[in-house]
């Protein structure tokens, strides 16, 4: 925070107005040194992926980092879609470039031939005797087939599938065959834009309020429109997984998804149709919502939803109407579905804002309501993106609903044969309670390759990160659901940190974990739980052995108003107790409804430390000590933001209160940084307080008159409550920022809010206003930076700016 006062403001703000003078340049990238770009290079531990039946696990292995001229190929920006005119698939490379296979019962582990690079999630058949995914090169996106037993991969069809909305294919209840997304056959050329305009491009509201936030790749035009439909358009076909032989299935459509019922007679179809929006992403878009026979055709409509241009899911608002089908697990050919009560709006005083229905082939009549809820339906619902997940047994549903003003949540078990008896109350907590996390329903794929909740006879198995004042234990629980009996079956050691990839069998108590401890690297492990036995599945290790030596501990300590905080302080391998070291403090603001959640401990001691991307982290090898994940809670509900820039100053100043105290770190040479909200964050540090030397800010907003409808968890709009507005945007207080502050931002940030013009303005200001402040615009990046020249550029300027700014930093002034 600044003392320089500007005795003639509006000419100061004119400043804003005129082209910058300073230094501006088209830059090469940069590198850190070699050892740290060894770091970065080195590739991630695999992802693994259990079979329906228990007896395999795929692993699947990804890059460190794509080049940056997988980012600069091609690429459209439709209704919030990034799509590759080459392939017609998204644009982002897929991430896998091999596949390997453990057997569990012992039989070792052999790598996939066959199929290498640009390979897409894993999707194991519902009989579990073979896995599919995607491959895509230059020519386009193909469909493979592999044999988990013998180890190859195999091409089911050439490069014509249609991934422009993601994964384009899935499997059929019978396991013989998978349902494709093609490009239609003899789609033509893409639409060319006019030469000469038609005329302007116009929007009309009708009078009726419907705010919304800024997103981004919208729709601009006519011609943008038009692409939407040509590269979105796809044809449905059934592919035999032994022959790669197809069958057209229904008509080309812009389709949202097409899912087959269980018992593999009828497709649920969502399509989208005109009027399409400039204003949100296709997300939003009107749909109709079908019945389709087994040939494709139409045999009952069964909701027409309406362009939805409200508010933000995560505070509550719905699209009005019908939302959400899904087929019902465990039955034929039965739907269920979700109706909100109050129109989607959750301002409105109603009883109940929503209710649960199902609806059985023929699809006559009305559904049959299976139980309504006094709060919206989650569709966050158990971490898994639903607000209703079914059981195994085809008969139970587990239903979540959520209270944002509260922050409370219950969770209740009904049955579905008999939909008028009262539900089972689960839990009803308040999801600021992270000792109190009761765990996710833990999930498997059925017999006909649907989702379903893991079940052994009327119990569900729930894994939860198990919070403590102490950290992070993860756990595995098994619950009745007609006692409400809870029994711990796996417990994450004290002095590690284990947690449940899945069931292998449940009812041999069988379960595969990843564990891993401060010094040892992640390796799976199939445990019985009842004896604690043992079988180490994979080796892996430590893929970037110059971090060896590095420690980490969780530290505790107070806000001035008593509110407990924490932090995970990285000290460098050459550290010797005493020495005062450069720090920064790295951390993302969390809102609270009160003060008991705020104060909680998150994350654990025992994680293996890695790196990846262009992690703060890496700070340790330039000898810097790291504060990460420092505690920042804004406390308060609906009204926490009317006090976020003294509770973000409190909370950043006890931090740095807590290094001098330790002896770790000299008051004058700690930093502050974070990324998106974490950006806006550092800003706000700087512009509010002299407790940082210098400030990072990656990808962040600054102007909160630029997102007017609301951002993070505040609902309440510009015009409802301006001075928090303003008081929160650091770039209002941009007189005020006096240490030096460092900008990244992707030139492509699809993120709601975080516009790159954010970052651009902010550093108009600070510099017009005599401020010290360097922009740094990475081509073809987004909200996350992923190629590896970006990467490597970014932890450079991070070096180097940490360097002149707060590790050579002299008392009372600034290193050029």
Not at 160 to 173: D, Q, T
Not at 362 to 380: I, Q, W, Y
Not at 668 to 676: K, L, M, Q, T
Request: charged share 20%; glycine share 10%; aromatic share 8%.
């Amino acid at each position: 925070m600044s003392i320089r006062r500007f005795a003639a403001p509006i000419l100061a703000l004119a400043t804003l107005l005129v082209p910058p003078s300073g230094l501006a340049a088209q830059e090469a990238y940069r590198t850190p040194p070699p050892d740290v770009v060894d770091i970065l290079d080195a590739s991630p531990f695999p992802e693994a992926v259990i079979s329906p039946t228990g007896d395999r696990m795929i692993l699947a292995h990804s890059e460190s980092m794509p080049g940056i001229e997988d980012l600069a190929a091609p690429m459209l920006r439709l209704a919030g879609r990034r799509i590759s005119p080459v392939t017609n698939g998204m644009h982002a490379r897929p991430p896998f470039v091999r596949f390997s296979v453990v057997d569990l019962d012992g039989g070792g582990t052999r790598d996939v031939t066959g199929a290498e690079d640009g390979l897409g999630p894993p999707l194991w058949s519902p009989a579990g005797d073979g896995f599919a995914f995607t491959r895509t090169t230059s020519d386009g996106v193909a469909l493979w087939l592999a044999d988990p037993a013998a180890g190859t991969a195999r091409a089911l069809t050439n490069p014509s599938l249609n991934g422009a909305r993601g994964e384009p294919c899935a499997w059929m209840p019978d396991s013989r065959s998978l349902l494709c997304h093609f490009i239609p056959d003899g789609r033509g050329a893409p639409p060319t834009p006019a030469a000469i305009p038609v005329g302007p491009i116009t929007q009309e509201s009708g009078g009726e309020a419907a705010p919304s936030w800024t997103f981004q790749d919208l729709l601009e035009d006519a011609h943008d429109e038009a692409l939407f439909d040509y590269y979105l358009t796809s044809q449905p076909a059934l592919v035999d997984a032994a022959a790669g032989a197809t069958q057209p299935i229904g008509a080309p459509a812009v389709y949202e998804s097409l899912d087959p019922s269980p018992g593999g007679e009828y497709y649920l179809s969502v399509r989208t149709v005109r009027p399409y929006s400039y204003l949100v992403p296709d997300s939003r878009f009107p749909r109709e919502v079908e019945v389709l026979g087994g040939d494709g055709a139409p045999l009952r409509t069964l909701a027409t939803l309406p362009l939805d241009e409200g508010g933000p899911e995560h505070l509550g608002f719905r699209r009005a109407g019908l939302r959400q089908f899904s087929w019902r697990p465990g039955v034929p050919a039965t739907l269920a579905y979700v109706e909100a009560l109050d129109g989607g709006n959750p301002a409105l005083d109603v009883p109940h804002r929503d209710r649960v229905l199902t609806l059985a082939a023929p699809f006559d009549g009305e559904g049959t309501e299976l139980v309504r809820t006094e709060h919206r339906l989650g569709s966050g619902a158990f971490g898994f993106g639903y607000p209703v997940l079914w059981g195994e047994d085809g008969e139970t549903a587990l239903v979540y609903e959520f209270d944002w003003p509260t922050r409370r949540s219950r969770a209740w078990a009904v049955q579905a044969s008999t939909p008028g008896v009262e539900p089972t109350l689960l839990w009803d907590r308040s999801t600021d309670d992270w000792y109190g996390n009761p765990g996710d329903p833990v999930m498997k794929q059925d017999g006909a390759g649907k989702r379903v909740v893991h079940m052994d006879g009327t119990s569900i198995f729930l894994a939860g990160p198990g919070g403590s004042p102490e950290g992070d234990r993860p756990f595995l629980d098994r619950l009745d659901l007609t006692d409400d009996g809870r029994q711990r079956l796996f417990h994450s050691g004290a002095d590690s940190y284990e947690t449940v990839v899945g069931l292998a069998d449940a009812r041999a108590g069988r379960i595969v974990i990843r564990r891993e401890t401060s010094e040892e690297p992640p390796n799976y492990h199939l445990v019985t739980t009842a004896n604690d036995e043992r079988t180490a599945l994979t080796s892996f290790s430590n893929p970037q052995p110059q971090l060896a030596g590095i420690t980490k501990s969780k530290i505790y300590y107070e806000r001035d108003d008593g509110i407990p905080l924490s932090g995970e302080l990285y000290l460098p391998a050459d550290y010797e107790p005493g020495q005062r070291l450069p720090v920064l403090v790295w951390a993302y603001p969390r809102e609270f409804a009160d003060e008991d959640g705020a104060g909680q401990v998150r994350g654990s001691a025992h994680r293996f430390t890695t790196i990846s991307g262009a992690s703060h982290l890496l700070l340790l090898t330039q000898g810097f000590a790291v504060l990460n994940d420092a505690a920042m809670p804004i406390v308060g509900g609906f009204a926490a933001n009317d006090t976020y820039v003294e509770q973000l100053v409190a909370n950043g100043r006890a931090a740095v209160d807590k290094l001098v105290e330790m002896g770790v770190a000299d008051r004058d040479r700690v930093g502050i940084a974070g990324h998106s909200y974490g950006a806006f964050m550092t800003a706000n540090m700087l512009a509010h307080s002299d407790d940082f030397t210098a400030g990072i800010a990656r990808s962040g907003a600054f102007n909160r008159s630029l997102t007017p409808f609301g951002f993070q968890y505040e609902r309440r709009t510009f015009w409802e409550a301006p001075e928090v507005y303003f008081r929160m945007s650091a770039f209002m207080h941009a007189e005020k920022i006096n240490e030096p502050l460092l900008l990244t931002h992707g030139v492509i940030d699809n993120n709601s809010g975080t516009f790159p013009v954010q970052s651009e303005r902010m550093y108009h200001a600070v510099k017009g206003l005599g401020g010290t402040v360097r922009l740094v615009m990475l081509p073809h990046e987004s909200h996350g930076y992923r190629a590896r020249e970006s990467v490597l550029h970014t932890v450079w300027e991070m070096f180097d700016w940490m360097r002149r700014h707060v590790k050579e930093r002299q008392p009372g002034a600034l290193v050029p």
